[in-house]
């Protein structure tokens, strides 16, 4: 079955450090790659997504990589804000003949500090 | 275009009760999934709906049901409720347009049930 691994929080950074959060999967057949966003008190919203090996999602300054050699889809951005504490999810989709479902990550609980 | 809309955004219920959620798609989105988030557990799929049939379900017992109507909205159903049912419930809808795994699923702000 599939699976996504991200690496344990919370993580608790200053404002305008580099941020990464690890993210490993494993998945039957070839996945679609997202990476969500939740802030307090709100539903997920998507952040980037990938479809394929070696394409780069980005958005509002983070990035990630599809890996296909080391399944992974690692986030990352140069330079956090505040206003990005938020808890993040890795998650998937594989190809299921139209019935496909995310399979998502623990979270990872994101702290700035100012 | 309108967000997905969840209604009730907090519902407390007792152990035993039963509890109706709705949740109503983006305009023209025709696939609506549901999932369970908890402290413990993370985020769960439940089941999705297509045309107003159940396409895919999760691993949940039976109390968990729901259902799609015509105009695409979908309420889920949970009965007999325990205090394990406590948690965030998150609709999602997707345009489904080709199938395929690349279609992005669009969250609604969920519904918060405290059950007692």
């Known amino acids: 079955g599939n699976s996504v691994t991200q690496m344990e929080g919370p993580v608790t950074l200053s404002e305008e450090a580099f941020l990464t959060i690890n993210c490993t999967y494993t998945?039957?057949?070839?996945?679609?790659l997202f990476w969500y966003v939740q802030y307090p008190g709100e539903g997920l919203q998507l952040l980037l997504k990938?479809?394929?090996?070696?394409d780069k999602g980005s958005n509002k300054g983070f990035e990630a990589t599809y890996r296909k050699e080391t399944t992974s889809f690692h986030l990352e951005k140069g330079s956090v804000q505040v206003s990005d504490s938020a808890v993040y999810f890795c998650a998937l989709t594989t190809p299921n003949f139209g019935n496909e479902k995310l399979t998502f990550g623990t979270g990872t609980r994101l702290t700035i500090i100012p | 275009k309108a967000g997905v809309t969840q209604t009730p955004r907090y519902l407390i219920k007792t152990r035993g009760q039963q509890v109706t959620l709705s949740c109503s798609p983006i305009?023209?989105?025709?696939?609506v999934s549901w999932y369970q988030q908890t402290p413990g557990q993370g985020l769960q799929f439940l089941f999705e709906y297509f045309s107003e049939t159940q396409r895919n379900k999760g691993n949940f017992p039976g109390r968990f049901s729901g259902r799609q109507f015509s105009n695409s909205r979908s309420e889920m159903n949970v009965s007999t409720l325990e205090l394990g049912d406590s948690a965030l419930y998150l609709c999602?809808?997707?345009?489904?347009?080709?199938?395929?795994?690349?279609?992005?699923?669009?969250f609604g702000p969920g519904t918060r049930l405290t059950v007692t």
């Open positions: 305009s023209g989105h025709r696939s």
């Open positions: 990938a479809t394929k090996a070696d």
């Open positions: 998945a039957t057949g070839y996945p679609s």
């Open positions: 999602a809808s997707s345009p489904r347009k080709g199938g395929g795994s690349q279609d992005e699923q669009y």
